[in-house]
């Protein structure tokens, strides 16, 4: 049998990159697990959306800097 069932992922608002892409998964039947994956690969949420480490950095000052988005 086949059956079909919802899955969770974070994908990066800047390039698109999954959370799970070098996870071998695809994705997560539970979505606080999926932040959790997304949580331990350095992903971080900025006005509700997030972005992986290459999308963002930290200023002099410790100010978060979004890098300017690229089309995905």
Do not use: R
């Not at 949580?39 to 300017?68: G, M, R, S, T, W």
């Amino acid at each position: 049998m086949i059956k079909e069932f919802k899955c969770f992922t974070i994908v990066c608002d800047g390039c698109g990159k999954d959370s799970n892409e070098d996870s071998g998964y695809s994705g997560w039947d539970d979505l606080g697990y999926a932040t959790d994956v997304a949580d331990e690969a350095d992903y971080i949420v900025k006005d509700d959306k997030h972005y992986c480490p290459n999308c963002y950095e930290y200023d002099d000052e410790d100010e978060l800097i979004i890098k300017q988005k690229k089309h995905i």
